[in-house]
C-alpha cells in the first residue's frame, strides 16, 4: 500500500462555510442542512451560470482547499452518491411529457459534470476521475484518490466529495443522512511515518452510523484526536489510521 | 514494465449488437459486418434512430437481487455468466475478500427509471418494481459483486465515454496498491429515450450508420453492450501494459478542436508502457464520425506518431463504431476487448486486424491515418485504443503480450 496522507481539506455545507466554523462543528456534531448553495463568486459569472448547486458546492470547497497550490497541476477525484441524478430525472419527466431536451443540460447529467467544470474553471487538464458506489461513495472516492497516487507519486490529489438532498419521491428510497455539503481534501505521498493508514475490512462494520455524511465523518475525525475511523454498511468496513500524533489536517 | 504494476488480462467477456460472445462477434468484427443495426422509432419523437442494440434475450436479474434489475445490468449479467469459470478459479486462488469490482457506466439503469417516470407522469406513483439501486450509478459495481459474492471494493467510474477505459486503469492500480489480489473491471451502458433524445438535441447523431473519417460523415451512431475482464497480477498473459489519461479544460459537450487533449492521453499511455510510437502495431480510433472527433482525432494522431524516431506513420487505425455503435460508457472497455481479441487471435502469421469499415471516401480536410482494409495482418505487437468523453476526459489503453 502507498503511504499517504492528506495535507489539506475545505468544506462546506449551508451555515458551515469557513475552517472556523467547521472546528466549532466538530467539536458539538449534529446533522447538516440541506438548504442553500454558495456564492461561489470566485468563479467567472458565465462558468457559475452552468453551475447548478451541486456543482457550485463542489468547487467551492475544492478552490478553498487549493489556495496555497497551483491548482492546475492537481489530480482529482470526483465523489458523489447522486451526482447529477437530479437533473436525469427532471430531464426523465420532460421526456414523459414528450417536451424536448435542452442539449446543454443533457450534457451536464453525466456524472463527470463536476469535474468537467472545475477543470474548465480551474484550466485543470490533469488526470480526473469520478466515482459513485451507493453508501460507500466517500470511501471508495478516497480509494480512487490512491488509485491517482499509484500512477502519479508526484501529483497530489484533490478529491471532493459532495452531495444534495435527492429529488422528493426518490430520497425516501435511499438510507443516507440528510444535507449539502461538498468535502475537498488534498492527498499526496509521503512517509510511512505521516501516512493516514488505509484499510478494508470483510464483515467487520461499525453498528451505527453518525447522522451525517461519511465525507463529512472523517472530516470530524480528521479534527479530532481519535486514532482509527471505521466508516462502512454492510459487506466490509473501511479503515483510517493515524501513524502520527499530530493532527493530518492542515487548515 | 515494472512487476508491481502488472495486470494481466486473464478473461474477458462482451455481449454487444454483434453477438453474445466473443466467439460470435469476433468473426463478425473481422467480416465488417454491420448487421446489428436496427431503426428504432419509439426513442425520439418523430425522428426513426438507427442503433446497435442487443438482439439476443437478457439473462433474468436473480429474485436475491430484484434491486438491481434493470436492462442495463442484465447486459451486464450477461457478460458475467461468460466469466463464472475464471472468477470461482480467482476465488478459489485468493479468497472472496480479496476480489473487486470496477465498472464504469454512464447509463445505469436510467432506462428503466425512464419507465418509472413515466408511470408517475400517468398514475402519480413511481412504477411499483422501481428501486433507487437500479438507476444510481453504484448499483452496477455492487450488483456485479453480490451477484458474485465477494468482498473486496466494489465501485462504478463514470466519466462519460471514457468510463469503461478508466475502470481498467483503476483495476491496474487497485493491483499495484496491493488492496486487491483479483479485479473484475469492465462497463456496461444501455440504449435508452434519455440518451437517445439527448445525443438528438445536440446534433451529433448520424441519419445512416455512423461513417467515421468519410468526408460524408454526419455524426455518431449509439450503440448498447457490456465487456467484462478478469484482472490479476499473473506475469503470463495479455496484459494491460500502459495507461494514458487528460482532461481538457475546454467544453463539456465538445472536444478541444487541436486534439490536445487526445495527444496528451495517447502520449501518456506510451511513456507508461515505456514504448516509442512506432512500436504500436494497431490502433482503435475513438472515431465517433462526429465531424469534430475525427478531424480532431486524426490531427493528435499524426503529431503523436508522426514525430518518432521512424520519422512518422501512424500504425493501421480503425474504428469499431461502424460494426456496434458507440456504446458510451462502456465503448473504452468494449474496444479494450476487441484489442484483447486482436492479441489472442494472433498467430505465427501476425495479428489480423478489425476493418476499418465507411463509405471509403476519406475527408481531404483533415488528417487521417492509415485505415485497416479487410484481411489486412500485421506482425504481433502492442495495440492502442482512445477513449474520449463529455467533461473533456480522455482516456488510451495499450495492451500487449500472448494470451497464456
Known sequence: MIAARVCNWSAWSPGLEDPVAWRQWASNPRELSGEGRPRADFLPAMLRRRCG????????????????????????????????????IDLLQRLAEDKPLSPTRFSHTVHNAQAGLFSIASANRQPSSSVAAQQDSFACGYLEA??????????????????????????????????????????????????????????????????????????????SDEPVLTLGRGRRAWHWQRNTAETTAAA | MAGNRRCSLVAMSMINALGASAEEIWPRLLAGDQSGFAVRE????????????IGTPLPPIPKRLERYDCRNNAILLAALEQLEKPISDVIERFGRDRIGVVIGTSTSGVSDAEIAIRHRHETGELAKAFRYDQLEFGGAANFVAEWVGVGGPSYAIS??????????????????????????????????????????????VSNSITNPYSANRSGLTLGEGATLFLCTRDPAGIQLAGVGESTEAHHMSAPDPDGRGAEQAMRGALADAQLAADAIRYLNLHGTGTQLNDSMEGAAVARTFGDGPSGGAAPPCSSTKPLVGHTLGAAGVVEAGFCWLTLREAGTDGMELIPHVFDGVPDPEIETP???????????????????????????????????
Open chain 2, 42 to 53: 419509439d426513442l425520439v419523437p418523430g425522428v426513426p434512430m438507427i442503433v446497435a442494440q
Open chain 1, 53 to 88: 448547486t451541486l456543482a457550485r458546492i463542489l468547487l467551492t470547497a475544492a478552490f478553498g482547499c487549493c489556495e496555497d497550490v497551483e491548482i492546475s497541476e492537481l489530480g482529482s477525484v470526483f465523489a458523489s452518491r447522486h451526482g447529477n441524478i437530479n437533473e436525469s
Open chain 2, 159 to 204: 466519466t462519460a465515454c471514457s468510463s469503461g477505459a478508466r475502470a481498467l486503469a483503476t483495476a491496474r492500480s487497485l493491483l499495484a496498491l496491493g488492496i486487491c489480489d483479483a479485479v473484475i473491471a469492465g462497463g456496461s451502458d444501455s440504449l435508452g429515450r434519455l440518451t437517445t433524445n439527448g445525443f438528438s438535441s445536440l446534433q451529433v
Open chain 2, 370 to 404: 492509415p485505415l485497416v482494409a479487410p484481411g489486412t495482418r500485421v506482425p504481433r505487437g502492442p495495440v492502442m485504443t482512445n477513449s474520449f468523453g463529455f467533461g473533456g476526459n480522455n482516456c488510451t489503453l495499450i495492451l500487449d503480450g500472448e494470451f497464456a
Open chain 1, 146 to 223: 490512491l488509485t491517482l497516487l499509484e500512477r502519479y507519486p508526484q501529483r497530489q490529489v484533490l478529491l471532493v466529495m459532495g452531495d444534495v438532498p435527492l429529488a422528493p419521491d426518490f430520497a425516501s428510497m435511499v438510507d443516507e443522512p440528510a444535507g449539502s455539503y461538498g468535502l475537498a481534501l488534498r492527498l499526496e505521498v509521503c512517509t510511512e511515518d505521516d501516512a493516514v493508514t488505509f484499510g478494508i475490512a470483510p464483515g467487520d462494520t461499525p453498528t451505527s452510523r453518525p447522522p451525517w455524511p461519511d465525507a463529512i465523518e472523517f472530516l470530524r475525525w480528521c479534527l
